[in-house]
């Protein structure tokens, strides 16, 4: 069992940054790969960013890449995303989730843990 608690959601106005963690638990949490996905209001979820097991690789939806980043420092801690030159359309509850790769998490299908989500809300 693995679980997953984010933290670091807050108000920012635009332009800004933010810093999201994923605090993850459980003997196999540092054998998974690791993401970031949102849902705004009205809309369906969408993939962020995910980091492998190793941290080694990353992958990123283009709407963020060039400002957001994913970083694992230890496999067995927790995951970041930091979040610069955040926009008002960047407005979401971020979940972090926990799949068998990143390609697993890019195609959100197969995810296997989720957390309950942090909100983060950007003002223009």
Known sequence: ???????????????????????????????????????????????????????VYMIYADSVKGRFAISRPNAKGTVYLQMNFLRPEDTA?????????IETLQGMHGVEYWGNGTLVIVSS
């Open 1 to 55: 069992q693995v679980q997953l608690v984010e933290s670091g959601g807050g108000l920012v106005q635009a332009g800004g940054s933010l810093r999201l963690s994923c605090a993850g638990s459980g003997r196999i949490f540092s054998s998974y790969a690791l993401g970031w996905f949102r849902q705004a209001q009205g809309n369906e979820r969408e993939f962020v960013a995910a980091i492998s097991w190793s941290g």
């Open 93 to 101: 509850i971020y979940s972090c989730a926990a799949a068998q790769s």
